[in-house]
């Protein structure tokens, strides 16, 4: 039976879900996977071993292509709003969607049955959980091993003698729960069509979860303890409670054989079989064997008997000849058990992995090639191993690292600025993730990295604001071009080795146009100039256009987003295309189509504000827009020929993650077009979104905050540790919250370097510097941070768990103080030395710590040229005003005051002057330094830290005095002074113990009322004689 006509959005990870997705596709069904961008299915990761599909960029684990056969992937974050249409658009399409989100993630995502059946009111809707969709245990995760341990199978498996039983070899219980989603699935779908596909109230849910599989997997085992009687069962191994024999058995060749007599009839055969006559073994031991149920009573005597069989040769032969038409006899069921050599169980299967290597719902994502001299298609990729691996968006995997000719120096192009407004974070989000990158290729990885940065100071936007302004293009960018360069030095970003301005680059640009025109790429139509993208896109010469975001082919919302004012008149020429791709010519803006579209290189109908800039006017071009030709133009300039290799191609380009499409898919087709090139780039490079309680920072949400603003709450390197604690490529929401962590990192860090300051500066030649067992230990958490850094920045920049490897390091030197420290030893040096320099080089590496400081941040600020004088007066000053305050209390013998002064010095004077000091035990202190506006910073937050809990413990010191007040009035009193909402007496009638009999209005309680009264009685009652009791 085929289902091909059923679409099927798999949205599941790990093993359960994609069994179930992959039985579908199996009997046809079109299957797309939606994974997390950058991360993808949790199980892809799940290695060694790997292995490495045809068309695929990186490895995959096996584990993930043994479940994902026959499906295509595309990459949508949905918890990122601009990539909802992408999602609704596949909903609305599908006949199955299948997700095993938790209900909170899944009601969060806006995935549940209600959520989708508008798009789609005959949509199944299957989902997978741990511990069903209601109740206590709804939110909590599940895996096969955790349904299965708490629910019986593992107790069920293993050996008898085991207590706590044997988790199965295969996650079974995943397994099962996706096999039965899909049964489920397909009879949801055999009721959806019966009814004629449009059936009022169809309910498209299908739900299944890890518990109930588990249980309901259980059959006879749970069956005989709820119906046999018993409270518990013992565990069989690898025999079976009802049947004997059916087990392994050892042979006398060494090996072994499984073998299951479901019948008195196959019992018979094994025993001749293994040579036993039935009549004598049952002569010879008092006990019957015949017939099932004795053989299970009596199995302890039976097996030992049976043990060791025939080799397992003559038995297996004997066992596939039992039971054939020509013997006509009952037969064994046995066989060869397979030890260490799982390939020989599996030798009647492919070894083929059966997933289809694309990474995007496009059909035709375009191929990518390993960088090398020639740049052949049929390139082989570079050794796997221990190697640098980046996120391309061109493959959306991750790829080895490799320069286009081989050697260390990295050609580097970063889209810059469009300057006519302040920075804000988000841009901050991208230079500085992208300039912490930079640093680590040059200081960890040597490469010699030569960095180019556009600036467009052509653009709409600037020459909209000029115009609004009154002021002449060329000032107004400049201007912004300036406030951008100060915004970087401040955040601590190296600037690039080359800049280039549009306005410098125009008659390159022009010429470059030019070519364009010239091989048939290019036209002019009433006074603008197009891309033929008909004729780039799989043409006579091969190219390829949309090659970073493939299904935006046609998305005119995509294309309005990012080009903006380019695009408005497209609406009036959405009818001219019908399908294919065909040439809009005519059309007086760009035009973007379902399936075919020409993007505008120069448009008309824009006035520049010139002062110098007349050259910019091409005979009848009559203003630039949005042109990418600049990297192109600069690298001619740098070095004769094409960048890179002679036969084209940048090593990295990178850029924010929103100018995929159409900013960085239009340029490389200009630029390919031009060059011959078909790989122009060699590794795209994009970083994540920042967003603002969810949402997308931007100008035109209103929701930005500009650097210079961050900068006025926290330090560049605060800013810097924040980026740093997530990865460059993915989301980042941005606020107070996620800044309070950062400045917590950092103090934590700075506790450290402190730390590690006051030991060296407390150590002296001749101290032991042997390792003992502790020193040892600390020497090999040294070593395993140094890998862990070091695999973390070859897994595509992974600073977040590079931070983490360096913070348990941390955590393992500052314990090691501690425990000398309460020894009244001293550490080695030597070790801690070597901790204190490995973290802070990793620091330089980051661009936390600036070169010079040999451990730990930098103190004061790095002027270097203060005055002598200048930097001693403050403290002299402080220790002159110190001894004689203490000099006037020694002769006042005011003793208390002498520990107050000393007090003060600690906690005010020398605080302000950047100066900690600590007390130690013993009589003998440590002094750290720190700046002391961070300083100031920390004792605020310490101070409303204290306040909050004085004011806490005030409350809770009130609230116990009231309690206690209310608790010495007497249960009569206590009753008569209860008063309604209004004002009036909650009880006007009381009997003779004092317990209410009626209402403030004089009428009798009712029995509830009356019953509650009296709960009220006794528990004051219970309040009062405690409280009045004599102690």
């Known amino acids: 039976m085929s289902l091909s006509s059923l679409k099927v959005l798999d949205l599941t990870r790990v093993l359960a879900g994609p069994y179930c997705t992959q039985l579908l596709s199996d009997l046809g069904c079109n299957v797309i996977k939606i994974e997390r961008p950058h991360l993808g299915d949790d199980t892809r990761s799940w290695g060694p071993p790997f292995v490495s599909p045809s068309g695929v960029g990186v490895p995959l684990s096996t584990y993930f292509a043994g479940v994902n056969r026959n499906k295509r992937s595309v990459c949508v974050d949905l918890s990122d709003p601009s990539c909802r249409s992408v999602f609704e658009a596949l909903v609305s399409q599908a006949d199955v969607i299948v997700h095993n989100y938790l209900p909170p993630v899944e009601r969060r995502l806006r995935v549940r049955y209600e959520d989708l059946r508008p798009l789609n009111p005959l949509l199944v809707h299957a989902s997978i959980t741990g511990f069903g969709r209601g109740g206590k245990m709804a939110s909590r995760p599940g895996y096969d091993a955790v349904a299965s341990g708490m629910y019986g199978l593992t107790d069920a498996t293993g050996d008898p003698d085991d207590p706590v039983g044997t988790k199965a070899g295969v996650a079974v219980v995943d397994v099962m729960q996706g096999a039965v989603l899909g049964q489920g699935i397909l009879a949801k779908l055999y009721e959806r069509d019966k009814g004629g596909g449009g059936r009022e109230g169809f309910d498209g849910r299908v739900t299944g979860n890890l518990m109930s599989t588990q249980q309901s997997m259980l059959v006879n085992v749970a069956s005989s303890v709820l119906n046999g009687g018993s409270r518990a069962r013992a565990r069989y191994g690898n025999s079976h409670e009802s049947i004997v024999p059916y087990q392994t058995f050892g042979t006398r060749g060494g090996g072994h054989v499984v073998v299951g007599a479901g019948n008195d009839g196959q019992f018979s055969e094994f025993l001749g079989c293994v040579g036993i006559d039935l009549g004598e073994l049952e002569r010879g031991t008092g006990m019957r064997f015949g017939r099932n149920d004795d053989r299970v009573k009596n199995r302890d005597v039976l097996i030992p008997v049976a043990l060791p069989v025939e080799d397992e040769p003559e038995l297996v032969k004997v066992c596939e000849g039992l039971g054939t038409e020509l013997t006509g006899r009952p037969g064994v069921a046995g066989g060869r058990v397979f030890t260490n050599d799982l390939r020989q169980t599996m030798s009647g299967f492919t070894n083929k992995t059966g997933f289809t290597p694309k990474f995007d719902v496009h059909p035709d994502m375009p191929k990518w090639c390993y960088p090398t001299t020639e740049q052949k298609e049929e390139n082989r990729q570079p050794e796997r191993g221990e190697v640098l691996k980046v996120m391309n968006s061109l493959t959306r995997t991750k790829v080895p690292f490799q320069t286009s000719d081989g050697s260390n120096t990295v050609r580097w192009y970063m889209c810059g600025p469009t300057v006519y407004d302040a920075s804000h974070m988000g841009h901050a989000r991208t230079y500085l993730g992208f300039d912490i990158i930079r640093r680590v290729l040059v200081n960890y990885f040597n490469y010699d990295v030569t960095l180019c940065m556009n600036i467009t100071d052509i653009d709409d936007k600037i020459i909209n604001r000029s115009n609004e302004r009154g002021v002449p293009t060329e000032t107004l960018a400049r201007h912004w071009e300036k406030e951008f360069l100060k915004d970087m030095d401040d955040l601590g970003v190296v600037r690039p080795d080359v800049m280039t301005r549009v306005s410098e680059f125009m008659p390159e640009i022009t010429s470059y146009i030019s070519t364009l025109i010239s091989k048939g790429y290019a036209y002019e139509s009433e006074g603008s100039v197009y891309f033929d993208v008909g004729k780039f896109h799989k043409g006579e010469e091969g190219h390829c256009y949309c090659k970073l975001l493939p299904t935006a082919m046609g998305n005119a919302e995509l294309l309005k987003e990012g080009e903006g004012s380019l695009t408005q008149d497209f609406g009036s020429v959405w009818g001219l295309i019908k399908s294919g791709f065909k040439t809009v010519r005519g059309a007086a803006a760009m035009v973007y189509m379902l399936k075919g579209f020409d993007m505008g290189l120069i448009k008309f109908g824009l006035s520049l504000k010139t002062d110098d800039w007349s050259y910019v006017i091409a005979p009848f071009w009559k203003a630039v827009i949005k042109s990418t030709m600049k990297p192109k ?103 107070d919250e996620t800044m309070q962590h950062a400045v917590e990192r950092e103090r934590s860090f700075g506790n450290f370097f402190s730390n590690v300051k006051a030991a060296l500066r407390a150590s002296e030649a001749g101290d032991e510097a042997r390792w003992w ?189 009231e309690k206690k007040r209310a608790a010495m009035v007497t249960p009569e009193e206590f009753l008569k002074a209860m008063k309604l909402d209004d004002g009036t007496p909650t009880y006007g009638g009381f009997g003779e113990d004092g317990i209410p009999t009626k209402d403030g209005k004089g009428e009798e309680l009712n029995k509830s009322a009356a019953k509650k009264a009296k709960k009220l009685y006794e528990g004051q009652r219970k309040k009062y004689e405690k409280a009045t009791a004599k102690k």
């Open 633 to 735: 133009s600069v690298w001619g300039l740098i070095k004769s020929g094409r960048l890179g290799n002679p036969t084209g191609g940048m090593d990295i380009h990178s850029g924010g993650v929103d100018l995929k499409f159409p900013h960085h898919d239009n340029e490389m087709a200009q630029a390919e077009a031009e060059s011959g090139d078909k790989q122009w780039v060699n590794y795209f490079v994009h970083s994540g979104h920042l967003h603002i309680k969810g949402f997308k920072m931007s100008k035109s949400l209103k929701n930005f905050i500009t650097i210079q603003q961050a900068l006025k709450q926290n330090t560049g390197r605060q800013i810097r540790m924040c980026f740093l604690m997530h990865k460059y490529n993915e989301p980042m929401d941005y606020g």
């Open 773 to 961: 067992d502790e020193e040892a230990s600390l020497g090999r958490e040294v070593e395993e941070c140094k890998a862990r850094v070091g695999k973390a920045l070859k897994d595509d920049f992974d600073t977040p768990q590079a931070l983490k490897a360096l913070q348990g390091l941390v955590d393992g030197v500052n314990l090691y103080l501690k425990k000398k420290e309460e020894e009244g030893k001293k550490p080695v040096e030597l070790l801690v030395r070597s901790a204190g320099r490995f973290v802070t080089r990793i620091f330089k590496v980051f661009g936390l710590v600036p070169e010079g400081s040999e451990i730990g941040f930098p103190v004061g600020g790095q002027s270097g040229g203060a005055d002598r004088e200048e930097v001693l007066s403050p403290f002299l000053d402080a220790i002159l005003n110190f001894r004689g305050a203490i000099r006037d209390a020694a002769r006042g013998k005011d003793f208390g005051k002498l520990l107050s002064l000393c007090d003060g010095l600690r906690d005010e004077v020398l605080p302000e002057l950047g100066v900690q000091l600590e007390d130690k035990e013993g009589g003998r202190g440590v002094w750290k330094l720190e700046d002391p506006e961070e300083g100031r910073k920390r004792r605020e937050v310490e101070e409303l830290e204290r306040r909050r809990k004085e004011e806490e413990k005030a409350k809770r010191d009130s609230e116990a005095a």
